[in-house]
Each structure stands twice: as structure tokens, then as C-alpha cells.
């Protein structure tokens, strides 16, 4: 953060996110630090809100103080909303309740999309770089699809990012290099395929853009077999697995 800071004065929106952050066990902490770094941005705390009524005095104290606002994603499970409300409310912390009735797929196992075309189509949906252990990233998925890589044996691309430690590093150069495409694109299909919010089984086609899902995009550049939705990734083998 502090690197991040010197970097760049006029951050609007922090968004500390997870996973779930409100797992960690030190939550608070990067409260402080955040807001020491940018006292005037807009920081927020994204959740899913499961463990927000049971939190200690001591991290609403810290949302207080640090002037940290919360945005819950609330998907369609039984959660307290109204004890949340008057937890958020009685400490004075801004809380938005955001309703999710629906994920999407949004994975290309060709690993054939045209980068700076996959990259027009999420960034008309949204624009949120991606910054984990001094290491930013044009999204959130490079970051963190090692998981995925390890769960589902495939080589997804995890090596586009730009260290904000190094000596070369500055804001224009950061900004240059979140608006080029990463490896990661190529995985990343013209349309996503959207579906209602389930209980995971944990399969890999639930992630994925089937052939005929691609085609009826307008996709599919590369001959030959490719995911049906029941056989193993073609990218398997494939780009850099960390
Ligand atoms: S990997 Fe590229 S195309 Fe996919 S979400 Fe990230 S920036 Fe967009």
C-alpha cells in the first residue's frame, strides 16, 4: 500500500476483497494501513457478508475510525440482512447490500480468443485491476487462477502482472500496462455464459464456455477437438502453471 501510494495520489476506490477477507484473521489491520496510505479514498470492505454478525467490537471499531464502507454480496441464502443493517447502522458504517442471483462462466479452454477482443468484452462489464503482494494485475483472474490451475490440472497463464517494487516501476508506466492484454486473455471468451446462482459440484465445465457456446459468439479460430463440456481441457499443458 504504501508503495502503491507513492506511486499513484489519486485513488479513488479501494476495494480489499478476497476470497472472503473477513476469514483473516488480522482483518482490521489492513484497515489502518489502507487509510494511512490513502486518506481519501473510497475504501470498502467486499464480502459475503456470512460472518459479518459475529465480528468483535474491535473490527467495527476499525470500519469507524478507518472510514471503511461495506458492500455485501447477498446471494440467495438465509442471512440476517436486518441484524447486519443495525450492526453497520449502531457503529455508523456506510453498508450496501448488493442482491447476486447469478454467476457466469467465463473460461475458454482453447486458449484461443484474441486477447484484445476478450479484453474489450470485460472491460465493458467492469474495470477492476487487481493488486496482491506487490504484484498488480489487469484483473482479478491471472492473480488468482493458480487455484484453478491446481484443482482442474490445467495451465492457465498466471504471469501477467507488473511488480509495483521495482525501481523502473511508475504510475504511467503501471497504467500503460493495465490496458494491454495479458496471456490470461486468451482464456477469457467474447461472452460469458450467465446461469443462476447453485450450490457448486465442483466440475469443471461449470467455469467454462462450451465449443458451441463459442461458436454461437462468434468464436472457435482453431481446428480440431475441442471442450464439450465433458472431456478434459485442451490447455492442459499449455502456458505457465506457479
Ligand atoms: S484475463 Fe484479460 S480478458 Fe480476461 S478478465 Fe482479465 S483482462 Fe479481461
Given at each position: 500500500m504504501r508503495r502503491l501510494s507513492r506511486l499513484f495520489k489519486n485513488v479513488?476506490?479501494i476495494?480489499l476483497?478476497?476470497?472472503?477477507?473477513?476469514?483473516?484473521?488480522?482483518?482490521?489491520s489492513f484497515?489502518a494501513v489502507t487509510r494511512r496510505c490513502f486518506p481519501?479514498a473510497?475504501i470498502?470492505?467486499?464480502?459475503?457478508?456470512?460472518?459479518?454478525?459475529?465480528?468483535?467490537?474491535?473490527?467495527?471499531?476499525?470500519?469507524?475510525?478507518?472510514?471503511?464502507?461495506?458492500?455485501?454480496?447477498?446471494?440467495?441464502?438465509?442471512?440476517?440482512?436486518?441484524?447486519?443493517?443495525?450492526?453497520?447502522?449502531?457503529?455508523?458504517?456506510?453498508?450496501?447490500?448488493?442482491?447476486?442471483?447469478?454467476?457466469?462462466?467465463?473460461?475458454?479452454?482453447?486458449?484461443?480468443?484474441?486477447?484484445?477482443?476478450?479484453?474489450?468484452?470485460?472491460?465493458?462489464?467492469?474495470?477492476?485491476p487487481f493488486l496482491k503482494e506487490g504484484r498488480i494485475y489487469?484483473?482479478?483472474?491471472?492473480a488468482?487462477?493458480?487455484?484453478?490451475?491446481?484443482?482442474?490440472?490445467?495451465?492457465?497463464?498466471?504471469?501477467?502482472y507488473l511488480d509495483i517494487h521495482e525501481r523502473t516501476a511508475t504510475g504511467w508506466k503501471i497504467l500503460e500496462f493495465l490496458?494491454?492484454?495479458?496471456?490470461?486473455?486468451?482464456?477469457?471468451?467474447?461472452?460469458?455464459?450467465?446461469?443462476?446462482?447453485?450450490?457448486?459440484?465442483?466440475?469443471?465445465?461449470?467455469?467454462?464456455?462450451?465449443?458451441?457456446?463459442?461458436?454461437?459468439?462468434?468464436?472457435?479460430?482453431?481446428?480440431?477437438?475441442?471442450?464439450?463440456?465433458?472431456?478434459?481441457?485442451?490447455?492442459?499443458?499449455?502456458?505457465?502453471?506457479?
Amino acid at each position: 500500500m504504501r508503495r502503491l501510494s507513492r506511486l499513484f495520489k489519486n485513488v479513488e476506490c479501494i476495494r480489499l476483497m478476497g476470497g472472503e477477507p473477513l476469514l483473516h484473521p488480522q482483518v482490521s489491520s489492513f484497515f489502518a494501513v489502507t487509510r494511512r496510505c490513502f486518506p481519501d479514498a473510497d475504501i470498502r470492505l467486499v464480502t459475503n457478508g456470512l460472518l459479518l454478525s459475529t465480528m468483535e467490537p474491535a473490527f467495527w471499531w476499525s470500519c469507524t475510525t478507518y472510514r471503511i464502507r461495506i458492500d455485501v454480496t447477498l446471494y440467495p441464502i438465509a442471512l440476517d440482512t436486518d441484524r447486519i443493517r443495525g450492526l453497520a447502522d449502531s457503529h455508523q458504517v456506510p453498508l450496501r447490500i448488493i442482491e447476486t442471483t447469478e454467476f457466469h462462466a467465463g473460461m475458454n479452454l482453447r486458449g484461443d480468443s484474441e486477447p484484445a477482443q476478450a479484453m474489450r468484452y470485460c472491460r465493458a462489464h467492469n474495470y477492476c485491476p487487481f493488486l496482491k503482494e506487490g504484484r498488480i494485475y489487469p484483473c482479478v483472474r491471472p492473480a488468482v487462477v493458480g487455484y484453478f490451475n491446481r484443482a482442474f490440472n490445467t495451465s492457465i497463464p498466471t504471469a501477467g502482472y507488473l511488480d509495483i517494487h521495482e525501481r523502473t516501476a511508475t504510475g504511467w508506466k503501471i497504467l500503460e500496462f493495465l490496458e494491454k492484454p495479458c496471456e490470461a486473455c486468451r482464456y477469457c471468451p467474447y461472452e460469458y455464459r450467465y446461469f443462476p446462482w447453485g450450490r457448486s459440484t465442483k466440475q469443471l465445465e461449470e467455469w467454462c464456455i462450451t465449443d458451441d457456446e463459442l461458436r454461437a459468439a462468434g468464436q472457435v479460430s482453431c481446428e480440431g477437438p475441442g471442450f464439450t463440456g465433458t472431456d478434459v481441457p485442451l490447455s492442459a499443458g499449455l502456458g505457465e502453471q506457479h
